[in-house]
């Protein structure tokens, strides 16, 4: 039996943040260009036209069943966690802010 177990994987968080659809609990926005009229079954952006590659769920629990959805229909979409994701963007542009590359 099949169940989803969370991996870790070394990412570079601007390409994550170029092709990243950030669920919330009723819509989903683009990460590249803050587009709020984003639906989960589009492929790519409506307003700036980047390919998603990947999604992170705002709240992974409410959102379970469409989790598993996204794993069955769209295996090319990597899922990846929200909190990891706000934390490493927060860093990256703390260090643009104090020009710390
Ligand atoms: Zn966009």
Redesign the pocket.
């Known amino acids: 039996m099949s169940q989803l177990i969370r991996t870790y994987k070394k990412y570079d968080v601007n390409e994550v943040k170029a092709h990243l659809m950030i669920y919330g609990d009723l819509a989903a926005q683009?990460a590249?260009?803050s587009?709020l009229n984003v639906k989960l079954d589009m492929h790519q952006?409506p307003?700036?036209k980047?390919e998603y590659k990947y999604i992170a769920f705002r709240n992974v629990l409410t959102n379970m069943p469409k989790l598993h959805k996204i794993v069955e229909q769209r295996p090319s979409l990597q899922i990846i966690d929200h909190d990891d994701y706000k934390r490493h963007i927060g860093a990256s542009k703390a260090q643009e802010l104090f020009g710390d590359k």
């Open positions: 683009c590249n260009c587009e952006c307003h700036c980047t």
